[in-house]
């Protein structure tokens, strides 16, 4: 095996523009270097994302969710597959906050996805080692800005079935995906009520076989739900459709809805402003993940903050006398 | 008319014990004197409300919302009434943070509700005049904790059906009922994602006379709909109810449902749970507000946030970079 890439190895100016030259392992340096919790290290990935900036956002971003078992990464295999077979480069991330504390990070096995991972014209980076959530997202939308600038034009986003990770990637992303199994009447699996209002789709995967009817059943339940919700976009009814990733049935038709949706936006003009809010959202989340770090970083401040929180949380103090406590701690 | 009640005719102990005793003319200068932008009285504001705390926390709070049309203030006048007959003492709030714009403010007109602000055992306040939704939803907040301590046990927060002050009201409630109109079939009203996620029960108003029947439908359809929804907690699974406000049928039993609601969340721990996140949820947004007014307060510095919005927005600068710009500012 080769040498342990470091961080260091190369000047900001030369991995720009070998990130930009579509160099795999520039790349993975740059996101270690975003990775990476020195000080030195993050001023550097600063200065790199900036540099990079000018030649993002051209890939078309893709946030997919599913409880396990659900075949995310069959699916993401079969489908990037596909779309490498188009002629398209392939990134795939992943937000996965709870994976230091699961022992493994979704997508850490590559093995999990053998062809997709085989292929020059993808490439699969794991999950960034755990953190706050706010911590893991922004280290994976920068990344997604690295990958554009080296050319891959779809990005998939894996994450966990888990309420605010799913938020996250949704937020980054112009088409969120949810991915259900089969399943009709008592067995129908439920969709969480915040997942509805995310959800740009509902794909049914594993519909083969003896689940085909199934399917088709869960697929006609669902539809009937969803059509009693307002649509978020004039634009867009959220669409339910069935496919199989292991028998690689229904998977051209699930991307076309992608490339549906991005037509319909894109006419619409809500393409664009999707990602201008999302950018502008990214800003301010930032900064105030950045006054929760510092916060956290000093252990008798800490104990300040939650002792404040349990007197508010116990009708001690009113919350108003509890941010003013709290707002005393940061100057 | 009487003359205008100044905030200031009483010191804040003496309006304190006056509030705790029920006097109304103590309370609406309470309230008052809590909306008022002068330093000096948010400074009194903020005393009068930590010293009233031990006495709040025992109403049942209920979070109302529906579109124009749907006849909320005749059921809130319809459900008061009710409430009143029963014993309860009622206040009625709202949150509509276009009140200004729009020229008049929800429950501004008390003719609206025209029995229950007649009797002594109810207490209806219009929504604070305009600001941010998190100024409006603040003063609104401990209008409701002043109320209490007065010796009001139901509060209802009407709100406009706008997302973000959805929201607000939702948590600042026990129990959140969201009211939608008649009509089944291609006709049927759709329940906005967001509220799916927010509303403890639907309530169809003007099931009377020829609507009763397609009343009867669009319930059957929106439980269908809901039904393939995961509860948000497995002790509560969101009803589907009709009523009619203006012929006073079903009233008990709607609020036989918010009783029941509030039993199930008590016995499971729920209840207490929902309140101490609301409480500390409502500090950390109190803090950002108080950020957010601090950038908006100095026209130079609300400029300088408005062009690091758009240059992020744009792709010119990272969000990381946006926010570095904006830390500064406030530094």
Request: charged share 25%; hydrophobic share 45%.
């Amino acid at each position: 095996m080769a040498a342990k890439t470091t961080a260091r190895s190369l000047d900001t100016a030369t991995l720009a523009s070998e990130v930009r030259a579509g160099n795999r392992a520039a790349l993975a340096r740059a996101i270690t270097l975003i990775e990476s919790r020195r000080a030195d290290h993050q001023a550097e990935a600063r200065k790199l994302v900036q540099a990079l900036l000018p030649f993002t956002g051209r890939a078309l971003r893709v946030g997919i969710t599913g409880s396990p078992g659900v075949g995310k990464s069959t699916t993401i295999e079969a489908l990037g597959m596909a779309l490498v077979g188009r002629g398209h480069k392939v990134a795939v991330l992943a937000v996965d906050p709870t994976s230091a504390r699961s022992g493994g990070s979704i997508l850490g096995d590559k093995t999990r996805m053998a062809q997709l991972s085989a292929t020059d014209r993808a490439f699969i980076r794991p999950s960034p080692a755990a953190g706050t959530l706010g911590g893991v997202a922004a280290k994976t939308r920068e990344a997604m800005l690295l990958c554009e600038a080296a050319g891959f034009d779809v990005v998939l986003v894996e994450t966990v079935g888990i309420g605010q990770s799913e938020t996250a990637v949704c937020d980054m992303t112009d088409f969120f995906l949810a991915l259900m199994l089969p399943g009709a009447g008592d067995e129908l699996q439920g969709i969480k009520k915040g997942l509805v209002e995310l959800a740009d789709m509902i794909a049914i995967n594993k519909a083969d076989g003896d689940n085909l009817k199934r399917a088709n059943l869960a697929a006609a339940e669902y539809r009937g739900a969803l059509h009693i919700l307002t649509p978020r976009s004039a634009h867009w009814q959220v669409p339910v459709v069935t496919y199989s990733a292991i028998a690689g049935l229904g998977i051209e038709e699930l991307w076309q809805k992608v490339v549906d949706h991005r037509d319909a936006m894109q006419a619409s003009g809500e393409f664009a402003a999707r990602r201008r809010e999302q950018q502008v959202k990214w800003m301010w989340t930032m900064l105030e993940d950045r006054w929760q770090a510092r916060l956290r970083a000093d252990p008798a401040i800490r104990a300040k903050v939650r002792s404040t929180e349990a007197a508010v949380a116990e009708g001690q103090i009113t919350p108003a006398l509890g941010a003013d406590q709290i707002a005393e701690l940061l100057t």
